[in-house]
């Protein structure tokens, strides 16, 4: 009995040995590896291209291909949960255009092209790595809290966008530049009332220094505040962002997550 007992425990070893570990069995299949959650996940610039394209009817220049790759896709795929969690905006973007001679990482013309400046998307990622450690330790908070990062600097694009589709709904012409901050100075002095003229400056400056520029800017860096860091954004970001709540998807969100 004793033999036949320690030849049943050394089968099962066996056994036990030979079986892989649980986790192994938790891979995925081959398509769910390779699906694409965001811009980020897409391997050539090709597949970026058509990505953009198939999901979101933008188009990519082929001048962007000679920038650096990492860099383009995080700012893409901070426009992309933009327009994720505000699908009214679909369609609005249509050009991801390689910039020259200006300083700033991106630009957007309320016509729906987003410019990435060559200046900033043709460093390397160690300089730009460099540039923006550099910014967060800059106490003067030039964009909202978590917000000094290349995602974010995409999702600040994707937000100049959403004071049009307010245009829209007035029948007022969503391109028109002039509508467009007329229609921002109206929305933020509606968050604003009540203020007194210098409580007004600090609401604004509690966003970020680059808020305090203009309306238009002031939004746009609510938006992004808002959607980073939710209910901890600053109070003004959180009342501007609640004129534009009915253009969010109110069920199953993206489930992009940051990084
Ligand atoms: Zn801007």
Do not use: W
């Given at each position: ?38 811009a980020r996940d897409c391997e050539t610039f090709y597949d970026f291209s ?92 030039y964009h909202p809290t978590n917000c000094e990062n290349v995602f974010c ?17 007035e029948n007022i012409d969503y391109e028109s530049y002039m509508s467009n ?79």
């Amino acid at each position: 009995m004793k033999k036949f007992l320690c030849f049943f425990l050394g089968l099962l070893m066996l056994l036990t040995y030979n079986v892989p570990p649980i986790s192994a069995y938790s891979i995925p299949e081959k398509e769910e590896i390779e699906e694409i959650q965001d811009a980020r996940d897409c391997e050539t610039f090709y597949d970026f291209s058509k990505y953009m394209k198939d999901n979101y009817n933008i188009e990519v220049d082929r001048l962007l291909s000679g920038c650096n790759f990492n860099t383009v896709k995080t700012a893409a795929a901070g426009i992309e949960y933009t327009i994720n969690t505000y699908p009214a905006l679909k369609g609005r973007i249509k050009e991801f255009k390689l910039g020259y001679y200006y300083d700033y990482a991106l630009g957007t013309s309320f016509d729906g092209t987003v410019y990435f400046f060559s200046n900033f998307f043709s460093k390397s990622d160690k300089y730009i790595e460099d540039l923006l450690t550099k910014a967060k330790k800059n106490k003067t908070k030039y964009h909202p809290t978590n917000c000094e990062n290349v995602f974010c600097y995409g999702m600040h694009e994707a937000a100049h966008l959403l004071t049009g589709l307010i245009l829209e709904e007035e029948n007022i012409d969503y391109e028109s530049y002039m509508s467009n901050i007329q229609k921002a100075k109206d929305i933020v002095k509606e968050a604003l009332e009540g203020a007194s003229y210098s409580m007004q400056e600090q609401k604004i400056y509690e966003i970020s220094q680059y808020a305090t520029t203009n309306e238009v800017e002031c939004i746009a860096e609510a938006i992004c505040d808002h959607l980073i860091n939710e209910e901890k954004a600053a109070e003004l970001s959180i009342k501007i962002a609640e004129v534009f709540e009915k253009y969010k998807k109110t069920s199953e969100n993206s489930d992009v997550s940051f990084y």
